[in-house]
């Protein structure tokens, strides 16, 4: 399980995790499927279980956190200048200044972007210049990493020995937790109205998995560290 990324309704083991025909499915199921291979294989790496288990260390934490915001960084800002996605995206999904506030909060500054964060943005940035449907299935991966916040966000408080209340360092997973799963509800139900053709839902699948082998990227530089864990 990993910190970003978790799209999924119900929780289940690599070996549990129903794989649900192509056929028969939505966009939004079809997205599911399509990064579940990815998705399960970051919950394998060291960070993950470092942060699932209650003790990831606060420079671990800190460095994937600015990792992540320079990916909310770029992304919010493609997704804005995106016409193709009005009605699907605002403003109130942001989560970058989430991230400064949290970071602030745990009296850290935001670490330099490695290689492997220059390597996601690039590879999506190139994607969406062959369509801007690839930044949906982005989206899609964002907006199902707040679905994973509402597991992790009590390990974290415990590995990082905040209080798990808005303002001390956990915003990122805490904002909007009351009513997320209606939200994520609603937002693949967006999804799966909207009508796309075979190319344009194809993209769409493209951008997801382009984003999670990004964060597949981001996680696996992170796993290398020896800080892992506190000393």
């Not at 056929?23 to 960070?47: C, F, S, V, Y």
């Not at 935001?110 to 299935?137: D, F, K, N, Y």
């Not at 509800?185 to 993209?203: M, S």
């Amino acid at each position: 399980m990993y910190l970003t990324v978790f799209p999924t309704d119900v929780m289940f083991s690599t070996a549990e995790r129903p794989r649900p025909r192509s056929a028969a499915m939505n966009l939004p199921q079809r997205l599911k499927e399509a990064i579940a291979e990815t998705h399960d294989a970051i919950e394998a790496l060291p960070l993950s279980k470092a942060i699932l288990e209650g003790r990831v260390s606060r420079s671990a934490y800190r460095a994937l956190l600015s990792q992540l915001w320079y990916m909310h960084a770029d992304l919010e800002r493609l997704l804005m200048a995106t016409p193709e996605l009005v009605g699907l995206v605002d403003r109130a999904m942001h989560r970058t200044n989430a991230i400064v506030n949290d970071l602030a909060a745990l009296e850290m500054e935001i670490a330099p972007i490695q290689s492997a964060t220059v390597r996601a943005l690039h590879a999506v940035r190139a994607a969406t210049t062959t369509s801007p449907w690839t930044l949906l299935g982005c989206l899609y991966v964002l907006e199902g990493s707040r679905m994973g916040s509402m597991v992790l966000v009590k390990p974290l408080s415990s590995a990082l020995k905040v209080v798990l209340r808005p303002g001390q360092g956990l915003d990122y997973h805490l904002e909007g937790m009351e009513s997320r799963p209606r939200d994520w509800g609603q937002f693949k139900a967006r999804i799966a109205a909207l009508e796309l053709d075979a190319e344009q839902a194809q993209h769409t699948i493209q951008g997801a998995q382009l984003m999670m082998q990004g964060l597949f990227s981001i996680y696996e530089a992170q796993s290398s560290e020896k800080s892992l864990s506190p000393a």
